[in-house]
T-cell receptor
Framework: SQKIEQNSEALNIQEGKTATLTCNYTNYSPAYLQWYRQDPGRGPVFLLLIRENEKEKRKERLKVTFDTTLKQSLFHITASQPADSATYLCAASTGFQKLVFGTGTRLLVSP | GAVVSQHPSRVICKSGTSVKIECRSLDFQATTMFWYRQFPKKSLMLMATSNEGSKATYEQGVEKDKFLINHASLTLSTLTVTSAHPEDSSFYIC???????????FGSGTRLTVV
């Protein structure tokens, strides 16, 4: 079955460093990968979308890559801040219909 | 940007009663909305796809008679948990795509507790 794995349940880093989160997919060939931020007790908030024919996408301090050979997406937050602390979810889809979500990575940025 | 409004944010109900959760797209029309369920420290599991003017499409293992979905207008979808039991306690979230957002816009979620 289609599987989206975020292999770090939690990630602790120091303020100012770059956080790198990993998303791997198996038994799947998604056309789109999306990254969302979720704070406790809230719904996810869309951050970035990358298409299978795009290698990299950036938005302010965020960068996402899509490697169809490795079947992997990396999500980077540069110059991380304590306010970036949240759970980050990777989601895949073949079109703009249903999303398959990963289990999420809890990021904690310490001052 | 696109906003999806979800109500109520929290509800406590007795076993055997029904609970309705509303999901509205503000300032954009959503012919399709999605309903998810999330357990603590777990990911979002898609329950069903709500289609305006037609029947919802349920994921495997989701009881359609238990989780009634109505998408009567282009801006409103409702999820009714019928004859709720404690095991239905969970965080329910809706989403829609549109309003100029490249990804999906999610509601703020509903924490359902069945006692």
């Amino acid at each position: 079955s289609q599987k989206i794995e975020q292999n770090s349940e939690a990630l602790n880093i120091q303020e100012g460093k770059t956080a790198t989160l990993t998303c791997n997919y198996t038994n799947y060939s998604p056309a789109y990968l999306q990254w969302y931020r979720q704070d406790p007790g809230r719904g996810p908030v869309f951050l970035l979308l990358i298409r299978e024919n795009e290698k990299e996408k950036r938005k302010e301090r965020l960068k996402v890559t899509f490697d169809t050979t490795l079947k992997q997406s990396l999500f980077h937050i540069t110059a991380s801040q304590p306010a970036d602390s949240a759970t980050y979810l990777c989601a895949a889809s073949t079109g703009f219909q249903k999303l398959v979500f990963g289990t999420g990575t809890r990021l904690l940025v310490s001052p | 940007g696109a906003v999806v409004s979800q109500h109520p944010s929290r509800v406590i109900c007795k076993s055997g009663t029904s609970v309705k959760i509303e999901c509205r797209s503000l300032d954009f029309q959503a012919t399709t909305m999605f309903w998810y369920r999330q357990f603590p420290k777990k990911s979002l599991m898609l329950m069903a796809t709500s289609n305006e003017g037609s029947k919802a499409t349920y994921e495997q293992g989701v009881e359609k008679d238990k989780f009634l979905i109505n998408h009567a207008s282009l801006t409103l979808s409702t999820l009714t948990v019928t004859s709720a039991h404690p095991e239905d306690s969970s965080f329910y979230i809706c989403s829609a795509r549109g309003g100029g957002n490249e990804g999906y816009t999610f509601g703020s979620g509903t924490r359902l507790t069945v006692v």
